[in-house]
């Protein structure tokens, strides 16, 4: 099923580009940037050859999409930018339609940008998350009449953007949100030629009754232009997901104003969008006049959802469990500036973990992330970045009514989305010396009203705010069991008297933070210190690894073995919580955050299942053991080198696997078939205990489903020798292929035991001419890093010369190695 998804997805990519190329380009090569402020739009002109000797010499070459912050946001030593930069490029513009309109389309850039066209600024916005466009064809006009068009620039239009995410209280999202707020053009920026009419933008509102058996369709359409014409034609062709043309009309059309409509049918039958099978139609439009066309391609799709009252979720008439989880849009390296080929890595990645739902936090993220929900069958919570800080003024609540109607306009068509967002955390003050509570319940329900009024066929929702949760159609409130508050033993009782006092209730937000290659003989320890019955919510403080109550967050190990168990009681509850509409983990992907500079790797939100870079940790594993179908298995501990103990100690083997059975055979003996129980916590019945001596254990198991069989093997070593403080560290080069060598650092104490609890923070350092690879807010990938297990890696590009790394720790030696 994965594949045929997967292969209709890049088919309707490929449509979809193909359509697009018609009169729109990506501008990504040969740009320039400058990461601070210019004393004037003069320093930033760039004339054609070597340009002006005396510009300022720090200028960098870069391609789009690109990000202030993509690697000092995950840099220990220093907190990332916030301010200006500007970027520049000269470009050649030919619109090919008489009298069309020039417009660079912005996918989103941060957090302010005014664009220039030479020295004359032509448009500035606001918000650093939304689309939107800058008509440039009369400034484009008048500079071509210029003498420097031909002489100094060769025939090229110079095109120069400021962007600025300085902080700005006036400004959402607040700067204590639990993520960077970026900077850049860290989405696609395209130029696009149209013709005198255009479309600004379609309303394809598809709608079907809950049985599926007859679905309607309207279209509306908002024009560009349209003031400059008197008569145009138009052709609209609804083909279904087969490829077969099942509609078309022809008709003239004269009115204009306002939106439009231009088509409502009825489809019988319709071929229905769903998370097994997520049929797409699509809407083909042709507008003519004056003997140009505009043509406009858009997928729709016809389901049926609800939230009942008092009871779980329906789509198409029958019960799904929502299988969700939360991203950021953040990357190793790169930082908000994800590529359209990495998105569709991590969007694949989420699918094949088994996801059926999204909330996109906290912000509208890039149309291609929507695209990808609609062709992979993922459902969307999509939220604006009012998170946090309170409720500022008149030009703080203008732009957050702003970015809703921008949001629910840009996205109306995508079948995926089911729910519109409107805050997070917004009980939570601090930007503003006031805090009023009725004040934000007013504003709340003017989102809500203007989300109803823009898209009466969705839900809105909030998370954590509980005297916001009459307002909204859904409520999730917080609940973190066994990392904030209490143990997650509690999940099940909290969330139902959660339930109790809302209509409709959805768990979004659950999880724990856990340092990738970091396990734990004994992971639950930290719950012995933990008051339950306390509630299971966070509050003010519980982020913090300092003072306050007993809680994991702060006193437990951050292992990801004890992340497993708290995922898997999570998931094997959700199995018999016949009323629960469904959760979402926070998050999928570890990501940077200005307010964590004391984590095992800084700077870095460590609750998610896969790191930064895609390295996937144990927890990916344990959510496909229960939310796929495809045969799969897993040993616990692959990225767990070294377990400890007694001699003759028996030691848990755990696997996750969502088959019926599986046998577990250490050092080429078996230790039996178990039956899989998702109730028989831990990992579903499927455990062994295997006494260990020491030295190597090669464990293999083969898992059966049917008639299929997976297997998987890992190889770990078994040290039963004691250890004590450390007292000093080794360094070697493990590895090296491609011009980048792996390093890692071990612990050991006085006797040179490995100490394999040890969490000390080491910090690499380079001399020569090799490269640290470093800043990526990855366990394998930060200067500054705790040990997990007392060792640590990181990589390093040689450049095929001599560079000595060095490795430091608190009162401990540094240790040195050359790299030839």
Not at 299 to 328: A, D, M, Y
Not at 725 to 750: C, F, H, M, R, W
Request: glycine share 8%; with cysteine; aromatic share 10%.
């Amino acid at each position: 099923m994965f594949k045929k998804i997967k292969l209709l997805f890049l088919c309707l990519i490929a449509v979809s580009q193909a359509l697009q190329a018609q009169n729109s380009k990506r501008l990504n090569t040969d740009w320039e940037f400058v990461k601070q402020d210019l004393g004037g739009i003069w320093e930033a002109v760039r004339t054609a050859g070597k340009g002006n000797p005396e510009e300022l010499p720090f200028w960098q070459k870069v391609n789009l999409p690109h990000c202030f912050n993509a690697t000092d946001a995950t840099n220990p030593d220093v907190h990332y930018y916030q301010g200006p930069g500007w970027y520049r490029t000269n470009i050649d513009i030919e619109n090919p339609y008489t009298n069309g309109r020039t417009l660079l389309h912005f996918e989103g850039a941060g957090q302010k940008t005014e664009i220039y066209i030479y020295t004359t600024k032509v448009a500035s916005h606001v918000g650093g998350y939304e689309e939107w466009t800058a008509d440039i064809t009369d400034a484009v006009a008048a500079f071509k009449k210029l003498p420097v068009y031909k002489t100094q620039f060769k025939g090229k239009v110079p095109v120069i953007i400021r962007c600025d995410n300085s902080r700005d209280l006036e400004m959402m999202p607040s700067s204590l949100s639990d993520f960077n707020v970026y900077g850049g053009l860290y989405r696609y920026l395209n130029l696009v030629y149209n013709p005198p009419l255009a479309v600004d933008k379609i309303f394809a509102n598809a709608s079907v009754d809950a049985k599926g058996s007859l679905g309607k369709l309207s279209i509306k359409a908002r024009l560009l232009n349209a003031d400059q014409i008197k008569t145009a034609t138009l052709k609209i062709n609804l083909v279904d997901p087969s490829g077969k043309n099942v509609l078309s009309i022809d008709k003239s059309i004269n009115t204009f104003k306002g939106d439009s409509l231009l088509l409502e049918t009825s489809v019988k039958s319709p071929k229905l969008w769903s998370t097994e099978l997520p049929h797409q139609y699509e809407v083909k439009l042709s507008l003519s006049a004056n003997g140009q066309t505009y043509q406009l391609s858009q997928k729709i799709g016809f389901r049926h959802f609800e939230f009942v009252k008092k009871g779980p979720f329906t789509i198409n008439g029958k019960r799904l469990l929502l299988r969700g989880t939360h991203r950021h849009e953040d990357h190793a390296g790169v930082a908000a500036a994800m590529t359209e080929e990495m998105m569709v890595t991590e969007m694949k990645m989420m699918k094949e973990m088994g996801v059926n739902f999204i909330r996109l936090g906290h912000y509208q993220q890039s149309r291609i992330i929507l695209d990808l929900c609609d062709s992979l069958g993922i459902l969307v919570w999509e939220e604006i970045p009012w998170c946090r800080g309170g409720l500022g003024g008149a030009v703080y609540q203008a732009q957050g009514k702003r970015m809703l109607t921008n949001m629910i306009e840009q996205h109306y068509n995508h079948p995926s989305i089911i729910i519109w967002g409107l805050g997070n955390e917004n009980d939570w003050p601090g930007d503003f010396s006031e805090f009023d509570k009725e004040k934000i319940r007013t504003y709340m329900k003017e989102l809500n009203n203007l989300s109803h009024q823009l898209d009466p066929s969705r839900s809105t929702a909030i998370r954590r705010c509980d005297f916001c949760r009459d307002i909204v159609d859904v409520y999730s409130p917080s609940i973190w069991a066994g990392w904030y508050r209490g143990n997650y033993t509690e999940y099940k009782s909290v969330s139902q008297g959660e339930f109790d006092k809302s209509d409709r209730f959805l768990h979004v937000e659950w999880g724990g933070d856990s340092h990738a290659r970091r396990h734990s003989e004994n992971p639950d320890n930290a719950l012995l210190k933990i008051r339950q019955g306390g509630g299971a919510d966070e509050r003010a403080g519980d982020a913090s690894l300092y003072g306050g109550a007993a809680r994991v967050s702060k006193d437990g190990d951050w292992s990801e073995s004890y992340i497993a168990n708290l995922i898997d009681w999570h998931l094997k509850e959700q199995e018999t919580m016949p009323w629960l509409s469904g959760t979402a983990y926070w998050p999928f992907k570890d990501f940077s955050t200005p307010i964590r500079p004391e984590n095992p790797v800084p700077y870095v939100n460590q609750k998610g299942v896969i790191e930064r870079d895609f390295t996937k940790k144990e927890s990916f594993y344990i959510f496909q053991s229960y939310w796929t179908n495809i045969p799969m298995v897993h040993i616990y501990g692959h990225s767990w080198p070294v377990r400890w103990g007694a001699e003759g100690e028996e030691k848990m083997v755990k696997v996750y696997s969502n088959c019926d059975e599986a046998e577990l055979f250490v050092n080429g003996k078996s230790f039996g078939v178990k039956k899989r129980n998702s109730q028989d916590f831990p990992a579903a019945g499927l455990r062994w205990s295997v006494p260990m001596q020491k030295g190597t254990y090669h464990f293999k198991v083969v898992a059966k489903k049917g008639k299929l069989t997976v297997t998987d093997e890992i190889t770990q070593e078994y040290q039963t020798e004691k250890w004590a403080k450390p007292t000093q560290l080794t360094l070697n080069k493990i590895s090296e292929a491609d011009g980048v060598a792996t390093v890692e650092v071990k612990a050991y104490d006085a006797n040179k035991v490995l100490c394999l609890d040890a969490a000390n923070e080491v910090n690499f350092s380079l001399i020569g001419d090799g490269e640290l690879i470093k800043d990526q807010g990855t366990s394998t990938g930060s200067s500054k890093v705790q040990l997990y297990n007392g060792r640590a890696m990181i990589k390093l590009k040689t450049n095929q010369k001599k560079s000595i790394v060095s490795v430091s720790a608190k009162d401990l030696p540094t240790v040195f190695l050359n790299i030839e």
